[in-house]
């Protein structure tokens, strides 16, 4: 069982920066892919980057790419999210998850191959 909180999240106005953080329960924690999604009011919740068990491999959704830094620390079991240059269309709450599946060779993107999720933390970018 991982247990996931995330933190950071806020009010910024557009061009303004965040740093989300995800803390992980587990000692297997670097052993996982894990990924950031997020989910506006009346959308479906969508795939914004992930990063692979041994950090060197990362993958961006088109929408947040050179704008947002997805980072681990395995020995503090946490995942970080830099936002940069952030839009009025990045507001969302913002979701950390984990694939189980260990060292995994693939980067998984789609919502349904992660199997742990935290609670979420509110992003909100005024215009």
């Known amino acids: 069982q991982v247990q996931l909180v995330e933190s950071g999240g806020g009010l910024v106005q557009a061009g303004g920066s965040l740093r989300l953080s995800c803390a992980a329960s587990g000692r297997t924690f670097s052993r996982y892919t894990l990924g950031w999604f997020r989910q506006a009011p009346g959308k479906e919740r969508e795939f914004v980057a992930a990063i692979k068990w041994s950090g060197s491999n990362t993958y961006y959704a088109d929408s947040v790419k050179g704008r947002f830094t997805i980072s681990r620390d395995n020995a503090k079991n946490t995942v970080y999210l830099q936002m940069n240059s952030l839009k009025p269309e990045d507001t969302a709450v913002y979701y950390c998850?984990?694939?189980?599946?260990?060292?995994?060779?693939?980067?998984?993107?789609?919502?349904?191959?992660?199997?742990?999720w935290g609670q979420g933390t509110q992003v909100t970018v005024s215009s």
């Open positions: 998850a984990v694939d189980s599946t260990i060292w995994a060779s693939t980067i998984a993107t789609i919502l349904s191959e992660y199997d742990y």
